[in-house]
């Protein structure tokens, strides 16, 4: 395994401070340790805190079959209220099998997961009810889980959300808390295997982090966006990949971009395969937005929701989402001609289908002559960024044409291709000609056709399939027949009428 580059992830130096083993009974209850410091230790005052939280926070969204939860994990007095947003997506009537309220460790350096089956968790408000049949299972069944109790005693991260349950929910729940020490990806891969046939109605995971800390107010919103966009993605590589940049930007003070950044990975590892998961993001603040809080260093706090489509009924964009990235089209270009940049946009102003990572590509005609082309076939960013990105680069960027000028604008055609999010696909009897295109991956090497090759070229699938792999992955005539074939499609939309 390749360990993640330190100075990158600036976790292990700053937040795992090895010590020494706790003493712990078998069988003894996990009695508060931040209580007094993170949140009120009466139980009265603790209730009339979180009274006034939830008050304040964010209302639930109502969002269908939510399946796990992104809450901040610092005093209540900074990040109470997002948390309070967070936990307010939840249903305070549902029932559920099992809570798994999931947190990174800080005070102790492994290697893995630990599960508490020693006893239950206790706070202000009482007893939280730990599943220790199978918190034991995962450790017995498991390579990844251990039962070591040093990691829970002094940790803060599972404990300050317990307290949000007992107020929230109206019915028993159980919990299956986990505390996380990981200094390598694929540790959080091997936890997600154990963990995903758990995700699903019946139960509900706690994610808990706190994002950026230390920055600027300024710097913290710049990263805490990047690293938001790369978890509402659903992918695992955007999030390892953001993280990277954030850290290689030099941005003074920024000692992480997530400080649990291993217990998102580990949820994006169970959801990313997933067209029927949906990340929300709900609410963003952070330390300098409290009344206590210092802006020349902050940390930062995303509520974020992840639910479950009640029917995948395929990628579609309606009116006014392709109102809005044609406003967004327009909007950059604009912004871009007048002050060389590009306008800061809030992802919680649009939808979710905006919000999914998907590749587009902008055109932009003049007098129904080509103006400019360029496009972006990854999925590292949301709809909306790339457009916003592929917008200004068809004006300025595009080297057939001289950069558009602000002269222009108004008689400018905007016309936008979105290719949808990419499928695996095991069988090319999956591969409609004219309707998909392709990707052929194999290794480091890949290649793709958009689907109007197909069309005219009058290609047989297996020239399709055959032209790709050779002229475009450049892995031979036959490469793709033991390769990674995926297929997506392209909707094409524009200003004009009748695009």
Known sequence: MKKLDINVISILSLFIVVSSCHAQEVGA??????????????????????????????????????????????GYPYSGGVAASSFNQIDPAAQYDNIFVIGPSHHVGFEGASVYASGDYVTPLGKVKVNKELAKQLIKSSTVFTSRTDAHVSEHS?????????????????????????NVPETCELIAKDLRPYL????????????????????????????????????????????????????????????????????????????????TPIEYKNSGDASIGDKRQVVGYHAIAVSLKEKDSGFNLNDKEKKDLLAIARDA????????????????????????????????????????????FGSEMPLFRVVQEMAVAAAVQDYRFPPVELNEMEDLDIEISVLTPMKKVSSIDEIELGKHGIYIRKGAQGGTFLPQVATETGWTKEEFLGHCAQDKAGIGWDGWKNADIFIYEALVFGEREGN
């Open 29 to 74: 209850d996990r009695q508060p340790a931040v209580a007094g410091q993170f949140y009120p230790s009466n139980k009265d005052e603790l209730r009339s805190t979180l009274k006034r939280l939830f008050s304040e926070a964010v209302p639930a969204k109502h969002l269908p079959n939510v399946v796990a939860i992104i809450s901040p994990h610092a």
């Open 333 to 376: 270009i604009d912004h871009h001609l007048k002050h060389e940049n590009t306008p800061e946009l809030d992802a919680a102003q649009y939808s979710e289908v905006l919000r999914i990572p998907c590749g587009a590509f902008v055109t932009l005609n003049k007098h129904h002559a080509l103006r400019g082309c360029i496009g972006h």
């Open 158 to 182: 599972v404990e300050v959300q317990l307290p949000f349950l007992q107020y929230v929910l109206k019915k028993d729940f159980r919990i299956v808390p986990i505390v996380i020490g990981a």
């Open 200 to 279: 699903n109605q019946k139960n509900l995971f706690v994610i808990s982090t706190d994002f950026s800390h230390y920055p600027t107010y300024e710097d913290a919103k710049s990263v805490d966006r990047a690293t938001a966009d790369a978890v509402l993605s659903n992918s695992a590589t955007n999030l390892i990949n953001a993280i990277d940049r954030n850290a290689r930007k030099n941005i003074p003070n920024l000692s992480t971009s997530m400080c649990g950044w291993s217990c998102v990975l580990t949820l994006l590892y169970m959801t990313q395969d997933s067209l029927q998961i949906a990340f």
